[in-house]
Antibody, heavy 120, light 108 residues
Framework: EVQMLESGGGLVQPGGSLRLSCAASGFTFSIYAMSWVRQAPGKGLEWVSGISGGGSTTYYTDSVKGRFTISRDNSKNTLHLQMNNLRAEDTAIYYC?????????????WGQGTLVTVSS | QSVLTQPPSVSGAPGQRVTISCTGTSSNIGAGYDVQWYQQVPGTAPKLLIYGNSNRPSGVPDRFSGSKSGTSASLAITGLQTEDEADYYCQSYDSSPVFGGGTKLTVL
């Protein structure tokens, strides 16, 4: 059974940092691209960042470029999102999502999400 | 503004058929990229409903169907049930994955 469990969310002040993690199981992690997708309170889904299966290629939405860094440890089946210089508009539930193939494919499995709140 | 445009809400009575549209451009749906649909019951994570424009993952009832034409796609739900009440999102690719703004389905 495919499972993904996010952790690392919490309350942080503007300008602060957080590191999200996603522990994956039930599939060959290194084969599939992975993404982070967020959902601000009462809003829709927004793709944030993605990484190829091998980890050599990363992708970011414009609003987080230079502030967020996605990485993965295929030996530990873990995905990370390092978030620096956080802003109030980064407040959201952050979901870890597995692609069915490359980054342009469907996100076929999702974690339960971890809440990030940026507030003073 | 989302890259893909969906109606904010649709509604229907139990047993009826509803459709949700997803309008893109020549740089995403019109460029040949596949469209996916996700269902999100409030308070839960999104669930893949349709992939590759018209394919259903195992376990998704055949009441749900997807289609794509030109720069648009549609999700159709027949035999509407109360448990179908949820938010629905389309997704494609445009230099990166992009989502529609979401459509709230109300079952009257």
């Amino acid at each position: 059974e495919v499972q993904m469990l996010e952790s690392g969310g919490g309350l942080v002040q503007p300008g602060g940092s957080l590191r999200l993690s996603c522990a994956a199981s039930g599939f060959t992690f290194s084969i599939y691209a992975m993404s982070w997708v967020r959902q601000a309170p009462g809003k829709g889904l927004e793709w944030v960042s993605g990484i190829s299966g091998g980890g050599s290629t990363t992708y970011y939405t414009d609003s987080v470029k230079g502030r967020f860094t996605i990485s993965r440890d295929n030996s530990k089946n873990t995905l990370h999102l390092q978030m620096n210089n956080l802003r109030a508009e980064d407040t959201a539930i952050y979901y870890c999502a597995k692609s069915s193939g490359g980054i342009a494919e469907a996100q076929d499995y999702w974690g339960q999400g971890t809440l990030v709140t940026v507030s003073s | 503004q989302s890259v893909l445009t969906q109606p904010p809400s649709v509604s229907g009575a139990p047993g009826q058929r509803v459709t949700i549209s997803c309008t893109g451009t020549s740089s995403n749906i019109g460029a040949g990229y596949d469209v996916q649909w996700y269902q999100q019951v409030p308070g839960t994570a999104p669930k893949l409903l349709i992939y590759g424009n018209s394919n259903r993952p195992s376990g998704v009832p055949d009441r749900f169907s997807g289609s794509k034409s030109g720069t648009s796609a549609s999700l159709a739900i027949t035999g509407l049930q109360t448990e179908d009440e949820a938010d629905y999102y389309c997704q494609s690719y445009d230099s990166s994955p992009v989502f529609g703004g979401g459509t709230k389905l109300t079952v009257l």
